[in-house]
T-cell receptor, first 111, second 113 residues
Framework: GENVEQHPSTLSVQEGDSAVIKCTYS??????FPWYKQELGKRPQLIID?????GEKKDQRIAVTLNKTAKHFSLHITETQPEDSAVYFC??????????FGPGTSLSVIP | GAGVSQTPSNKVTEKGKYVELRCDPI?????LYWYRQSLGQGPEFLIY????????DSGLPNDRFFAVRPEGSVSTLKIQRTERGDSAVYLC???????????FGPGTRLTVL
């Protein structure tokens, strides 16, 4: 079945700097890759997603890139702010419809 | 409109007891998912419903776990003979249809003593 790995597990950046989180997946049939943000004690919330027919997608300070050949996808957050501090999960959806999550990256933005 | 709701928000039980966790999806959402999240981990897929039927239950850890969605709306996750290892946050998510964004509920924190 699908397996999603995520790096780094923790990331600290200065406010205003960029943050990059990288994920790999194993099932080449996966076609949908969402990213979720989860604040402490809260539910995961979708921040951006990308489908397999697109290589890059951007929404204000957040962008995601997808390399289907290498089975890599990455989240880029620019001009980070303290409120960006949270745990970020990447995920992949194989043809079976269930969504497989990575282990998460704890991002701390230092003011 | 109302989001996904889950009850109870917290459940403490003793080893060997039976528990039921309830999920109310967003009205009109046909797809419903159950996940389990342990501390410091990503959500782990348990089961997915499309309408009333379980389309994929491959994530249920063993036969102590069972879920139903009899009318295609509310779902109940049932755990028999609970074990301490079942302690986790159980998340429910719904989606308007297949292949769409999932909206998560607040979760039920289950503690088995």
């Amino acid at each position: 079945g699908e397996n999603v790995e995520q790096h780094p597990s923790t990331l600290s950046v200065q406010e205003g700097d960029s943050a990059v989180i990288k994920c790999t997946y194993s099932d080449s049939a996966s076609n949908y890759f969402p990213w979720y943000k989860q604040e402490l004690g809260k539910r995961p919330q979708l921040i951006i997603d990308i489908r397999s027919n697109v290589g890059e997608k951007k929404d204000q300070r957040i962008a995601v890139t997808l390399n289907k050949t290498a089975k890599h996808f990455s989240l880029h957050i620019t001009e980070t702010q303290p409120e960006d501090s949270a745990v970020y999960f990447c995920a992949a959806r194989p043809l079976s419809d269930k969504v497989i999550f990575g282990p998460g990256t704890s991002l701390s933005v230092i003011p | 409109g109302a989001g996904v709701s889950q009850t109870p928000s917290n459940k403490v039980t003793e080893k060997g007891k039976y528990v039921e966790l309830r999920c109310d999806p967003i009205s009109g959402h046909t797809a419903l998912y159950w996940y389990r999240q342990s501390l410091g981990q990503g959500p782990e897929f348990l089961i997915y419903f499309q309408g009333t039927g379980a389309a994929d239950d491959s994530g249920l850890p063993n036969d102590r776990f069972f879920a139903v969605r009899p009318e295609g709306s509310v779902s109940t996750l049932k755990i028999q003979r609970t074990e301490r290892g079942d302690s986790a946050v159980y998340l429910c998510a719904s989606s308007p249809q297949r292949y769409n964004e999932q909206f998560f509920g607040p979760g039920t924190r289950l503690t088995v003593l």
